[in-house]
């Protein structure tokens, strides 16, 4: 679980965050949306600990982050919006095995996890390949393979669908499902929702740093449009 308490994260004067309460369950998939600069990455930054509160608290399986921050890494993994940047190795296999190395784990047990890691994103068999290789959407798959070796309990992606071409969305998204279906917490940083409200059991609407509106996508469709979100077709 994790649960977000009266959070405040300022940038100078301006409060980015303001006073958000929030919680996501285990399992669930939360689609986090909102117009450009109301919010969303900064909130979902404090979910491992990449940004620090100034006022209010996060807490990952109860354990607040600050305090256990290695454990809030382990358990939430985060794809940005740009994965190329988080990108650390020159092939696809070492770059998804960077973090299980920085878990201190064992080769055999990096290796299994790499090798079920690219498997559940259709990249198996491809360790070798260099990442400057790859297209846009296996760079995304990448990443998200990069974030399943952390076997996180919770998986936070960042606007994953930007800049893809349409087969590149779809192979995207049938992964995001399957993962649903495994039981794999996903939240989703957007502010369109026609790829993903079918996955989703909530929608999380932000507007300047406050949450505007926590419902269903179909509870939620008719008000998406006045705070500057893309509803589903």
Do not use: W
């Amino acid at each position: 679980m994790i649960r977000v308490g009266d959070l405040v994260h300022r940038y100078g004067d301006t409060a980015a965050v303001d006073g958000v309460t929030l919680t996501i369950d285990d399992g669930e998939c939360v689609i986090l949306a909102g117009a450009n600069g109301s919010g969303k990455t900064t909130l979902v930054r404090h979910f491992n600990g990449l940004l620090e509160p100034d006022e209010g608290g996060v807490f990952v399986n109860d354990d607040p982050v600050e305090e256990r921050l290695v454990a809030a890494r382990t358990a939430v993994a985060m794809v940005f919006q740009h994965p190329e940047d988080q990108l650390v190795a020159a092939t696809v296999g070492a770059d998804v095995a960077f973090g299980p190395e920085n878990l201190g784990l064992d080769r055999g047990e990096i290796d299994r996890r790499v090798r079920e890691s690219l498997a559940a994103v259709n990249l198996d068999g491809r360790e070798d390949e260099r990442v400057d290789s790859l297209s846009g959407g296996e760079v995304e798959r990448l990443a998200i393979a990069g974030a399943l070796a952390m076997q996180p309990d919770h998986l936070v992606l960042d606007e994953p669908f930007t800049g893809l071409d349409e087969p590149a969305r779809q192979s995207v998204l049938a992964h995001l499902s399957e993962l649903r279906e495994s039981g794999t917490s996903l939240v989703v940083v957007t502010h369109d929702l026609r790829d993903v409200a079918s996955l989703a059991d909530r929608v999380v609407v932000l507007a300047d740093g406050r949450v505007a509106l926590d419902e269903t996508p179909a509870a939620a469709a008719d008000r998406l449009p006045e705070l500057d979100v893309r509803p589903p077709c």
